[in-house]
């Protein structure tokens, strides 16, 4: 009988035991059998939780809040994300992720639909181009080690932007909208599938008056068109092999009577939307353009390819107010609007207080042609074993892209507050030349899930041909005959490795290390940017609170700085060593919902902190660029210490209510330590915005926007050309329909 029932409590242990086993290996499969979608990083915010690394993701329902149409607005809810403004619309935005220089953008990976978007991402990754958010599905932050997957910038992470999908069924949706400023925006997108053919089609025109006053009553605002296209045919649902093929267009247009010349402290004080009567005639024509084609390929339900082909074009010319002349002495807007006094005939000559002489203002044609093409490819094979959970993928990319430079300078006079051309400048005179970039860059990254712990070690491997063609001052039909040529070489591997560690259902930890890497310029020998990157966090949920703690420490053994116009400097690019620097903070975000159990409202708030501390190691000059002269010990300029933003809705079947804000501290404009001179400084703000909407039916909405509800006045920036406003109040009302 004891035989007879050890034999039989044997046989039930061993059933219980293969149920857990089986019970375990479907939790692990479930959890990963999210691969990740086409073109985007994560795809939904679940994956954007179990990454090993620091992850936000943007969700369709998040952006459709407030439609903003400013990037800089969107992103100020994610921790460790930081940015100056320029223009008060986001045009041209400046955006850090964890410390890196803002400057234009120019040191994270921006893309669309997971391809490098800027217009010359290793050449001049300076981003005067950014897609419009406002047609954008989803917005994904990448931080933290497992960003080796996308580079060429691997030191603070990768933003992509999630265009719109092509969806199961027809539908789609228009939005009109117009408030102050004469701001509007008129945004259809419909879309399908019908058999195997999917498609969508996207417009959106939006623009605005501008905010912003000259003496003459002179538009000052922007108009941007842009137009959107994809077709998608997939093989039959009962094919053996599933594939298909997407192919996308996109175009976009943009007229902005924009400026980089902004005020003194002094007119800031008294008439902080004003603008000088010398800025005028300054206006960025710009266009791009882009084709896309993607292949999917999935050969069992464990292996995937996926390929893209792309080619981007993007040209304009920002026609714009650069120098002041005055008996012969000529100086840059940013040295005499920084210092009036030391100018005071040169000031008077800006601000359209007297009559000038003949080309007494030199406003520069930066006239520049970008392309950017290349193919990619990534194998995803992933497979289970027992208690676990394994996936690799390996990509490739090769890729070319260049920036083509053919610049003048006009003369003009200011006479009554108008201005006259005087005199047309050799075409080419002021930049006449290419830049170009070749590259091949290829990564593999392992993840193991075993139980509760994951691992994912990656390397990236980088191969880069920088070049550059000057064609001298005196040749615009390119002959040749003052040609001088520089050729820099790059060739690294780019190592990085994460961790998930989940202690309970409710609490994981995870962190890792990773190579941070930016190419360098065309200079022959000089270094990239290179850095080791630490980061340690914990994400956890208590009762309805959810949130993650995340520290990180960024070590430069060389940062590099650009000589860029939009900083202040000379605008001719290159890039110079500023030695090792120190960065770390910590990033804090919290969520939590109010009424759990209520059936008709919900009330979820959160909450978000930045801290970020800055310092260089080593001493330096680089008076021509937004970092100033530089003494070990200094911090970065354009990096606040401290900022949180905080939001809540209330959100019901018939209408929503969305309040958010954000505190931006003070920074510094100059590198320095200590107090921040008055000079030097960019005060600290607490700027709120609000959206609400009232749905008629399931069809029919109507929107409402606010931004700056309280009216603050504040400054944004001191570059490019003095201080720089942000937007005022700002109210608009709009229809949307859903078909």
């Not at 992470?157 to 069924?169: H, K, W």
């Not at 990236?460 to 001298?472: K, Q, S, V």
Request: glycine content about 10%.
């Amino acid at each position: 009988m004891k035989l007879k029932l050890s034999a039989l409590l044997l046989c039930l242990t061993t059933v219980l035991t293969a149920q857990e086993n089986k019970k375990q290996k479907d939790s692990t499969q479930k959890l990963d059998e999210v691969i990740i979608k086409t073109n985007t990083i994560f795809g939904s915010k679940y994956v954007a939780k179990n990454r090993t690394g620091s992850a936000y993701y943007v969700s369709p329902k998040e952006l459709k809040k407030h439609n903003y149409t400013d990037i800089n607005r969107v992103l100020r809810s994610v921790p460790g994300v930081t940015f100056y403004e320029e223009d008060g619309f986001g045009l041209r935005p400046n955006i850090s992720l964890r410390g890196t220089s803002p400057e234009r953008s120019a040191k994270i990976s921006l893309m669309e639909d997971g391809v490098l978007i800027a217009p010359a991402p290793y050449s001049s990754p300076s981003a005067y181009y950014f897609p419009s958010v406002v047609r954008m599905e989803a917005v994904e932050i990448l931080k933290g080690s497992s960003q080796v997957q996308y580079g060429p910038f691997t030191t603070g992470g990768a933003i992509n932007m999630v265009s719109a999908q092509i969806p199961d069924e027809f539908g789609g949706r228009i939005r009109a909208s117009y408030g102050a400023f004469n701001t509007r925006q008129l945004h259809a997108k419909a879309g399908g599938q019908k058999g195997q053919f999917g498609y969508v089609a996207e417009f959106l025109n939006y623009g605005s008056g501008g905010f912003k006053d000259l003496p003459d009553n002179s538009h000052t605002g922007f108009d941007i068109n842009e137009v959107l296209a994809k077709l998608r045919y997939s093989s039959k649902a009962d094919a053996k092999i599933q594939q298909y093929i997407e192919a996308k267009f996109q175009y976009s247009d943009e007229v902005s009577n924009e400026t980089y010349l902004g005020l003194t402290e002094e007119d800031f004080e008294t008439a902080p939307f004003s603008r000088y009567a010398s800025s005028q005639d300054d206006q960025m024509v710009a266009e791009h353009l882009q084709f896309m084609l993607t292949h999917e390929l999935n050969l069992t339900k464990n292996f995937r390819i996926t390929t893209n082909t792309y080619l981007n074009k993007f040209k304009r010319n920002w026609f714009k107010l650069d120098d002041v002349v005055f008996n012969g002495d000529k100086q840059g807007i940013a040295n005499v609007v920084g210092n009036p006094t030391a100018f005071p005939d040169h000031m008077a000559i800006l601000r359209g207080d007297v009559n000038s002489g003949t080309d007494a203002l030199l406003l520069k044609a930066n006239n520049r042609e970008y392309y950017s093409t290349g193919i990619q490819t990534k194998l995803d094979y992933h497979w289970y074993g027992e208690n676990t959970f394994h996936d690799l993928e390996v990509g490739a990319r090769y890729h070319y892209d260049e920036e083509d430079r053919f610049q003048w300078e006009d003369g003009y006079s200011i006479t009554n507050g108008q201005l006259d051309r005087t005199s047309e400048g050799l075409r080419g005179a002021q930049g006449n030349r290419i830049s170009s970039a070749t590259a091949f860059a290829a990564y593999a990254m392992y993840k193991l899930k075993w139980n509760k712990f994951t691992i994912t070690p990656g390397l990236r491997y980088e191969n880069i041909i920088l070049e550059r063609e000057n064609f001298g001052s005196n040749d615009p039909n390119r002959t040749g005959t003052d040609l001088s040529t520089r050729e820099n070489k790059v060739d690294i591997f780019i190592p990085g490795m994460g961790f998930n560690y989940a202690i309970t259902n409710d609490v994981s930890l995870f962190g890792g290390v990773h190579k941070g890497f930016s190419p360098p310029g065309s200079s022959e020998g000089e270094e990239s940017e290179e850095s080791i990157n630490y980061e340690l966090g914990s994400r956890f949920t208590i009762g309805q609170l959810r949130g993650e703690l995340i520290g990180f420490y960024n070590d430069y053994s060389n940062l590099l700085g650009s000589d860029l116009a939009a900083t202040g400097g000379t605008g001719s690019l290159d890039q110079f060593n500023a030695g090792e620097v120190r960065v770390n903070g910590l990033e804090l975000l919290l969520n939590y919902e109010i009424l759990p159990n209520n059936t008709k409202f919900k009330l979820p708030i959160s909450f978000g902190y930045t801290f970020t501390n800055t310092e260089f190691l080593n001493s330096f000059g680089s008076s021509d660029d937004l970092w100033g002269e530089v003494t070990a010990g200094d911090e970065l300029p354009y990096i606040p210490k401290h900022q949180f933003n905080a939001s809540i809705s209330l959100e019901h079947a018939k209408y929503e209510l969305n309040l958010s804000g954000r505190f931006n501290g003070e920074f510094r404009t100059l590198a320095g330590n200590g107090s921040i001179p008055d000079a030097e400084r960019v005060d600290s703000n607490f700027i709120i915005d609000f959206a609400a909407k009232y749905h008629f039916n399931k069809r029919l909405s109507l929107t409402s926007n606010i931004i700056n509800l309280l009216d603050e006045t504040y400054a944004v920036s001191r570059v490019p050309a003095g201080l720089r406003p942000g937007h005022p109040f700002g109210a608009n009302l709009g229809l949307e329909f859903r078909f």
